[in-house]
Nanobody
Framework: QVQLVESGGGLVQPGGSLRLSCSVS????????MSWYRQAPGKQRELVAN???????NYADSEQGRLTISREKAKKRVYLQMNSLKPEDTAVYYC??????WGKGTLVTVSS
């Protein structure tokens, strides 16, 4: 059974940074495309970034330059570094493996 646990969310001021982490247990981590999604209040869940098994990276067009997704295969972790955060980045951020397995999410609040 594959389980994902996100961490690293919290309250941050506009312009600040956060690094989200997702720990994966079970499955074959190195093969999965790992993704970060977010869901803001009243909005649909949307893709933020993903990283393939071959470490190819893709970002939502709106996030180019502010985000960096990475993974540590030995530790079975995937990260999302977020810089220059804006209030509109406020959302629950979810980690996904193969868009099939999901974590419970971690809340990011950007507010002064």
């Amino acid at each position: 059974q594959v389980q994902l646990v996100e961490s690293g969310g919290g309250l941050v001021q506009p312009g600040g940074s956060l690094r989200l982490s997702c720990s994966v247990s079970g499955g074959i981590f190195s093969l999965y495309t790992m993704s970060w999604y977010r869901q803001a209040p009243g909005k649909q869940r949307e893709l933020v970034a993903n990283i393939t098994g071959g470490d190819g990276k893709n970002y939502a067009d709106s996030e180019q330059g502010r985000l960096t997704i990475s993974r540590e295969k030995a530790k079975k972790r995937v990260y999302l570094q977020m810089n220059s955060l804006k209030p509109e980045d406020t959302a629950v951020y979810y980690c996904s493996a193969a868009t099939f397995y999901w974590g419970k999410g971690t809340l990011v609040t950007v507010s002064s």
